[in-house]
């Protein structure tokens, strides 16, 4: 009896041992490296690459983002977050485009970031409509929406004056209507195809209806 009360100390003795190395090991074991945060924005770095020859953004979109070519977008005042997916998906070819495309694969996470917060950060200069004989129809689009077509409002995302919400929804207020009509028409016939939710709002409109809502959206400030 003294002889197995013996043996099953020591084999108790043993599997407090294992159970201390075990501890002891999972102590000394690295922890795992926490994900690093990306770098603070830097406006200023964001406005040398912006404005370098190598990128040539100012030549499409002037050198405060305010760009005098109704083609092309206006970038100042647009919510950082908005300009950084959109360059992000440039680059992975989430969102197509044959000019930007490859400038943006030039540009690091941290030079898109920069970017992306030096133009945010200028005011837009603001645009208007021109059509009066649609101002009405966009209008009436933009504020409430085509309710017998579901269509929504614009301003249910877009905010009433065009500001948009930060990190959800872009500025429209004061774009270009010829970007504006370029954008809903490619949304429409699924050329751009980086958001589900206004795929779906453009599948329902007309050309009438997207040159009306685009000219009114213009004129906002």
Not at 122 to 141: H, N, Q, R, Y
Request: hydrophobic fraction near 45%; charged fraction near 20%.
């Amino acid at each position: 009896m003294k002889l197995f009360a013996n043996f099953l100390l020591a084999a108790l003795m043993g599997v407090a041992a294992s159970a201390s190395l075990a501890a002891d090991e999972h102590a000394a074991a690295p922890a795992a490296p926490a994900a690093a945060k990306p770098a603070k924005p830097d406006p200023a770095k964001g406005d040398a690459v912006f404005n370098s020859a190598a990128q040539a953004c100012a030549s499409c979109h002037n050198a405060d983002g305010n760009s005098a070519i109704a083609a092309n977008p206006k970038l100042a005042q647009q919510h950082p977050e908005y300009i950084l997916k959109q360059l992000q998906d440039f680059k992975s070819g989430k969102r197509k485009s044959p000019i930007m495309q490859p400038l943006a694969a030039k540009l690091s996470d941290e030079d898109m970031r920069n970017i992306a917060w030096f133009v945010g950060s200028k005011k837009i200069k603001p645009g208007f409509s021109k059509e009066k004989d649609t101002v009405a129809l966009g209008e009436k689009i933009y504020r409430g929406g085509i309710a017998d077509r579901q269509i929504p409002a614009c301003a249910g995302c877009h905010s009433p004056n065009g500001a948009g919400m930060p990190a959800q929804y872009p500025r429209l207020g004061g774009q270009h209507a010829d970007y504006t009509v370029a954008q809903l028409v490619a949304f429409r016939d699924n050329v751009r195809q980086n958001s589900a939710p206004m795929t779906g709002v453009a599948a329902k409109l007309n050309d009438r209806e997207i040159k009306a809502v685009a000219d009114y959206i213009a004129g906002l400030r």
